[in-house]
């Protein structure tokens, strides 16, 4: 398997503009995790889905963000509109046993 | 709530033994993962502990206490490679594998 993959790698966007990530996770898992991380508050959880529900989606910081996961192999995260103080690496995860998740290599994310 | 403590940075010599401490609390809680990040890399799995007690893979080691809220990574016979931010997970039933800030290992000649 090719691990979890995340498109686009790098984004660059104006302010007010719309950004879509993507993810596919690694076939077989059930559990997929989107971060965001930033040197001021680190590894930080937005939504967790199990077998494509949303189950806790209270990191999401406001409603500007969205997140889909409409089938097992495909998930987006969404930022509409997208400001500066989003700029951040995020990270897609897939799990499919407790504790162990294997992560994609991050979308950075850069709000002009 | 849920709450994460471990030190910010942490500076140890090539070959050396380092520990790197974590408490935490958390509802529901079921275990313990530990996460390795080298720089402009993702988070790697190391470790995941469900029971109290040592595990060992390794020159890694990752301890539980849960009637402590308690944990700690132990690295051996350090390396340079070794060189990477360290996280300490708690998972717990709808809220699995919240990470911090991390600590930051240097590993010095």
């Known amino acids: 398997d090719a691990g979890v993959i995340q498109s686009p790698r790098h984004e660059v966007t104006e302010m007010g503009q719309e950004v879509t990530l993507r993810c596919k996770p690694i076939s077989g898992h059930n559990s997929l995790f989107w971060y965001r991380q930033t040197m001021m508050r680190g590894l930080e959880l937005l939504i967790y889905f199990n077998n494509n529900v949303p189950i806790d989606d209270s990191g999401m910081p406001e409603d500007r963000f969205s997140a889909k996961m409409p089938n097992a192999s495909f998930s987006t995260l969404k930022i509409q509109p997208s400001e500066p103080r989003d700029s951040a690496v995020y990270f897609c995860a897939s799990s499919f046993r407790e504790g162990e998740a294997f992560f994609g290599q991050g979308t950075r994310l850069t709000v002009v | 709530g849920q709450s994460l403590e471990q030190p910010s940075e942490v500076t140890a010599v090539e070959g050396a033994i380092v520990q790197i401490n974590c408490t935490y609390q958390?509802?529901?809680?079921?275990?313990l993962s530990w996460y390795q990040q080298h720089d402009g890399g993702a988070p790697t799995f190391l470790s995941y502990?469900?029971?109290?007690g040592l595990e060992e893979t390794g020159r890694f080691s990752s301890f539980l206490s849960r009637s402590d809220s308690y944990g700690y990574l132990l690295l051996q016979e350090l390396q340079m490679k070794d060189s990477a931010s360290y996280f300490c997970?708690?998972?717990?039933?709808?809220?699995?594998?919240?990470f911090g800030k991390g600590t930051r290992l240097s590993v010095i000649a």
């Open positions: 997970a708690p998972n717990s039933g709808n809220t699995p594998l919240v």
């Open positions: 958390t509802s529901g809680f079921y275990g």
């Open positions: 502990n469900a029971l109290d």
